[in-house]
């Protein structure tokens, strides 16, 4: 489990590529270098809590829609997260439900190391595959 940023997949954006054993592991890592490159993440508390529930017919669209609400929490409440305890499964008509809570705090640029500020996830080369291992995601973000 992990992630990793891309240098070389393109110049005026931010590209990652994360890993999981599992969708769930692939989740965090994803929203873990996400929030990384807003803020340094070693410095956020817990002490704010949301629920977050998302459902999409395909994981690639679901990771997707899981990325954008980090994103909006960050644009409209200030918050960002440094743990996410997260579940996904699939239900009868196929569609797969995330469901969970995210752990962090209000920004606040006298206590935290302000990073890039990313305004939203794009689809620019953006997917997930399989691998041996799990799971791999390339995600470009927009800042």
Do not use: W
Not at 90 to 106: F, P, V
């Amino acid at each position: 489990m992990g992630y990793r940023f891309l240098e070389d997949i393109i110049t005026a954006d931010v590209a990652f590529e994360a890993t999981g054993e599992t969708p769930e592991e692939l989740f965090t890592s994803a929203a873990k270098a996400l929030e990384e490159t807003q803020v340094n993440t070693k410095q956020l508390a817990n002490s704010e809590q949301r629920a977050v529930n998302l459902e999409n017919e395909t994981l690639d669209k679901l990771l997707f829609d899981f990325l954008d609400e980090l994103i909006y929490y960050k644009d409209t409440e200030g918050l960002a997260f440094g743990k996410c305890e997260i579940k996904i499964q699939r239900d009868e008509n196929k569609k797969y439900k995330l469901a969970g809570t995210l752990l962090g705090e209000k920004l606040d640029p006298n206590r935290h190391e302000l990073r890039t500020d990313v305004k939203a996830v794009t689809k620019h080369q953006f997917g997930i595959q399989k691998t041996k291992e799990g799971y791999k995601a390339t995600v470009v973000l927009d800042i």
